[in-house]
Nanobody, 117 residues
Framework: VQLQASGGGLVQPGGSLRLSCVAS????????WNWYRQVPGDQRDLIAL??????WYADSVKGRFTISRDSAKNTVYLQMSTLKPEDTATYFC?????????????WGQGTQVTVSS
C-alpha cells in the first residue's frame, strides 16, 4: 500500500483546512485509517482514526476535526476547523492492515500544517 497525503498549508487561527490521504495498491486489507501529527522534538501522536463505521478523536481535536472516508476513492479526509496555533505540526496518514493473520502498518509522507497570523 502506498499513501499520499496532501492538503497542508498555512492558515490563520480560526481557519480551516482539509487534509486528504489517498491509498493505492492492496487497499482491501486496510481495516483502520489514522491521522497522526508531530512537532519537532516530540513524539508522533494519534489524533483521529476511522475503522468500519467508528471514529475516535484525541481530546485536543475533538469537536474541531472530522475524519471521513470515501471508499470509492480509497481516500480518507481530515477536516480541520477552528484551527489553533498549537495545531501546527506535520500531519501523517497511517493505515492498519490485516493480511490473513499478519497485521502491519503503513505510513504516508507528512504534510505540514502551520497555523499562524
Amino acid at each position: 500500500v502506498q499513501l499520499q497525503a496532501s492538503g497542508g498549508g498555512l492558515v490563520q487561527p480560526g481557519g480551516s483546512l482539509r487534509l486528504s490521504c489517498v491509498a493505492s495498491g492492496s487497499v482491501n486489507d486496510i481495516y483502520a485509517w489514522n491521522w497522526y501529527r508531530q512537532v519537532p522534538g516530540d513524539q508522533r501522536d494519534l489524533i483521529a482514526l476511522i475503522s468500519g463505521g467508528s471514529t475516535w478523536y484525541a481530546d485536543s481535536v475533538k469537536g474541531r476535526f472530522t475524519i471521513s472516508r470515501d471508499s470509492a476513492k480509497n481516500t480518507v479526509y481530515l477536516q480541520m476547523s477552528t484551527l489553533k496555533p498549537e495545531d501546527t505540526a506535520t500531519y501523517f496518514c497511517n493505515v492498519n492492515r490485516r493480511t490473513g493473520s499478519q497485521y502491519t502498518t503503513q505510513w504516508g509522507q507528512g504534510t505540514q500544517v502551520t497555523v499562524s497570523s
